[in-house]
């Protein structure tokens, strides 16, 4: 074991040195340390420069091997040359030209843990015979933590929503396969939804979904739940308990209270229709009885 760890450390030595470069020419900037969910994709944020200058794309090679051997190539053009576990799994999604030397790994497996570096190789023709400048950023290395379990989203939203008005809830997730977003969907049947994905820099991203809807009486205490379903199939979801502060409705103290008036009203105004109907027969009846009682006394007196 320690002859093999030794013969490892010569030839990363005998590299360094046979390269015909000095690291003071090359630098490079990769992620240290990147979350990767299983069965879903990893996309390595990676640049470098070059103190010669802008150089084009088919004159540089971009190589990708785990750190501990130049020769464990987890990518490259030549596909002979990849080993076997990362075939088909692997493509630079940057330009090198553009100095971007970004890896995505797809299908990410349990044991693509890593640390892997970047390697460039720069194509030089002196009298028609190409000569190479390699450089390995050996110091700048990526190491994946595996997940077997997808993160959770994150449910943001107010504790009491208002009957009849609308309300708002916002669920996230965070992951680093950009390709492939994250799908977030809701238990709730509404045409207003709003997704953004934007990149929080390291390797990171942000899947967030926006829900407006407008509660009813009948959503109280109801369950609402947001859930991500991620590249290669895994899901996880988060859920929280609707609250809905009811409208005050006055409708049973308005009508009975409408009705009693009403009534009330309709039995005075018979009241005095009926009082002014009496009162009128009752004059009638006078008039004929003084008119009986004066016919009478006339009698009388003859």
Same mark, same amino acid.
């Given at each position: ?54 150089? #084009? ?69 002196? =009298? ?25 989203? +994150? ?26 977003? #994250?799908?977030?969907?809701? =238990?709730?049947?509404?045409t207003k939804v709003i997704v953004h994905h934007k990149d929080i820099k390291h390797g990171n991203w942000e899947t967030q979904s926006i829900l407006t809807f407008i509660p009813e009486e009948k959503d109280d205490n109801s369950e609402i739940t947001c859930t991500a379903e991620f590249n290669g199939g895994l899901k ?29 009203? +309709? ?36």
């Amino acid at each position: 074991m320690d002859k093999q760890k030794i013969m490892m450390e010569f030839c990363l030595l005998f590299a360094a040195i046979c390269s015909s470069v000095s690291s003071d020419e090359w630098k490079a900037n990769v992620v240290k340390s990147i979350d990767a969910l299983v069965t879903s994709c990893v996309v390595v944020p990676c640049s470098f420069s070059y103190t010669g200058g802008n150089l #084009p794309s088919s004159k540089l090679r971009g190589i990708w091997h785990e750190k501990d051997g130049t020769k464990k190539i987890i990518y490259h053009e030549d596909p002979t040359q990849i080993k076997d576990n990362f075939k088909d799994r692997t493509k630079l999604v940057g330009e090198l030209g553009q100095n971007n030397c970004t890896l995505e790994i797809t299908e990410v497996k349990d044991h693509d843990n890593g640390p892997f570096c970047f390697r460039v190789e720069l194509v030089r023709r002196e =009298n028609n015979d190409p000569t190479k400048d390699m450089f390995s950023f050996v110091e700048d290395c990526v190491e994946l933590k595996m997940l077997t379990q997808p993160p959770k989203p +994150a449910v943001i939203n107010l504790k009491t929503a208002t009957q009849g008005e609308p309300y708002t809830v916002t669920c996230s997730v965070i992951h680093t396969c950009p390709s492939n977003v #994250p799908k977030l969907t809701w =238990n709730l049947d509404s045409t207003k939804v709003i997704v953004h994905h934007k990149d929080i820099k390291h390797g990171n991203w942000e899947t967030q979904s926006i829900l407006t809807f407008i509660p009813e009486e009948k959503d109280d205490n109801s369950e609402i739940t947001c859930t991500a379903e991620f590249n290669g199939g895994l899901k996880s979801s988060e859920n929280f308990t609707l609250r809905v502060k009811r409208v005050e409705n006055y409708n049973h103290i308005i009508i009975p209270s409408v009705v009693g008036i009403g009534s009330t009203v +309709a039995f005075v105004l018979v009241c005095i229709f009926m009082t002014k109907k009496y009162k009128k027969r009752i004059e009638e009846l006078q008039s004929r009885d003084g008119s009986m009682w004066n016919r009478l006394s006339r009698m009388s007196h003859r």
